[in-house]
C-alpha cells in the first residue's frame, strides 16, 4: 500500500485536494470533529485538564477556542488527549484499507506528531496566500489569533514543502489540480 500525505498550510485546500486523488482517505480534522461530538472519554479528559473551558457534552468548538485564545499552552493540552484517538483511528483506517493500492493522510500533523514513514509519498499543496486568506474568512468560526495558534505548533511552510517529493498548485479549480494528481499518480504507480 502507498501511503500519501498531504502537507500545506491552514486553507491551503489539503482537504479538497486529498479527496480529488479518488483513493481512500483518512482526514484527521473530521475525526478531531467527531470525537468533541460523540467521545465521552475526550470529553471527561478534557473537562478535567481545562475546567475552566469545557462545560458540556458534545464538546462545543467555541468553549475550545476560547481555551486556546486564552492561553496557547492550552492547545498543547488538548492535542495531547485528542492525538491519541485519532492516531488509534488511523490505524483502524490503515487496516481496514491495507489492501488499497494507495491511501490518502489528511493530517495537519502529519509530520510535528511523526505519524509518516520513510516511505510515505509526501504531497505539498501551494495556495496563493490572498486565495487562503479569502478561504479562510469563509468558514464557520474563523478567528485569526486561532489560526496563528495553531501555525505556531506546526513546522515552517518552507521546510514541508522542501520536504516535499511533489507539489500542487492550488488555484482552487478542479481542473488544476486533477491534472497534478494524473501526474503524479503516473509516477508513483
Known amino acids: 500500500m ?19 486523488f479518488g483513493y481512500p482517505v483518512f482526514n484527521a ?20 485538564l481545562l475546567p475552566k473551558y469545557i462545560f458540556s457534552f458534545p464538546i462545543k468548538k ?4 476560547k481555551a486556546v485564545l486564552e492561553n496557547r ?6 492535542v495531547k488527549v485528542v492525538h491519541v484517538k485519532v492516531r488509534k483511528k488511523m490505524n483502524l483506517f490503515l487496516k481496514k484499507n491495507q489492501k488499497n493500492k494507495i491511501v490518502i493522510l489528511d493530517i495537519p500533523l502529519l509530520l510535528e506528531n511523526k505519524i509518516n ?3 510515505d509519498i509526501l504531497v505539498f499543496v ?3 496566500k490572498s486565495d487562503i486568506e479569502k478561504k479562510l474568512k469563509k468558514r464557520d468560526g474563523f478567528n485569526k489569533k486561532m489560526i496563528q495558534n495553531f501555525k505556531n505548533i506546526q513546522l515552517p511552510l518552507d521546510y514541508k514543502k522542501k520536504i516535499s517529493h511533489f507539489t500542487i498548485k492550488n ?8 491534472k497534478d494528481i494524473k501526474t503524479i499518480l503516473k509516477k508513483v504507480l
Open 62 to 65: 467555541s468553549e475550545i477556542i
Open 171 to 178: 488555484n482552487f479549480t478542479n481542473k488544476s489540480v486533477k
Open 126 to 128: 501551494q495556495s496563493k
Open 2 to 20: 502507498i501511503r500519501i500525505g498531504i502537507l500545506g498550510d491552514i486553507g491551503s485546500g489539503k482537504s479538497f485536494v486529498a479527496k480529488s
Open 29 to 48: 480534522d473530521e475525526e478531531v470533529i467527531r470525537l468533541y461530538k460523540k467521545d465521552k472519554k475526550v470529553f471527561k479528559a478534557l473537562k478535567k
Open 73 to 78: 499552552n492550552n492547545l498543547k493540552k488538548i
Open 117 to 119: 514513514k520513510k516511505k
